[in-house]
């Protein structure tokens, strides 16, 4: 188990009792995802987390498949989805890299607060790209420290080796959005609710 799965494990009961920092733009960034949905849609979320937002989306399509690296995660993803009797997601403990999806079988694909903590960033949206049915849509909110805290680059792997954060990638928004368009993307919606604050993008694979 690498030191960012231990990391996670570690925080999830704490993690799943933190209020939603911006309540507002949360609201907003799920009533701007669910325009992108339909009853018949099957959608991927990685890096789920605790599961919270898959469960409120979870009425808006047809199932959701819903991962997460840690096992603590999922397992209280399980239960809240359990607790409100959510039937239309399934919960798994696997990464992106071990997932396995035939290519074009998806309509949207969830990454919220998950290509900022992955080594591989660039392989990962080429995978989410290859998945998606032409016209799918690949929703993201990220926090692009590169604008405003090009320090961090610094303090991460002390961090990191001492078991105080997982891995943390620093890279501003527009290398993010052109991560996206330079695998095939293009930027449906783009929007940050306020200076620092993480990016939420619609990007949308070509018909």
């Known amino acids: 188990m690498n030191n960012s799965v231990k990391f ?5 009961e704490r993690y799943a009792k933190q209020p939603i920092a911006d309540e507002a733009a949360y609201q907003k960034k799920l009533q701007l995802t669910r325009e992108y949905f339909q009853p018949d849609r099957s959608v991927l979320e990685f890096g789920c987390g605790t599961g919270s937002t898959a469960i409120v989306h979870a009425p808006y399509v047809k199932h959701i498949h819903a991962i ?5 995660m999922i397992e209280i993803a399980q239960g809240k989805a359990d607790a409100q009797n959510i039937k239309n997601v399934t919960f798994e403990q696997l990464s992106i890299d071990e997932l396995t999806v035939s290519d074009e079988t998806l309509d949207v694909v969830l990454g919220l607060s998950i290509l900022h903590l992955l080594e591989n960033k660039e392989e990962v949206i080429a995978k989410v790209h290859k998945m998606l049915k032409p016209g799918g849509i690949f929703v993201t909110s990220t926090a692009c420290l590169g604008d405003n805290m090009k320090w961090f680059k610094i303090v991460v792997p ?3 080796f001492l078991g105080l954060m997982p891995l943390v990638k620093v890279f501003t928004a527009k290398e993010l959005a052109d991560s996206l368009t330079d695998a095939g993307f293009a930027i449906d919606y783009q929007w940050q609710p306020s200076k620092g604050k993480a990016v939420f993008i619609v990007a949308k694979k070509a018909d």
């Open 8 to 12: 996670w494990d570690k925080i999830a």
């Open 68 to 72: 997460d690296v840690s096992s603590k």
């Open 158 to 160: 002390i961090g990191k």
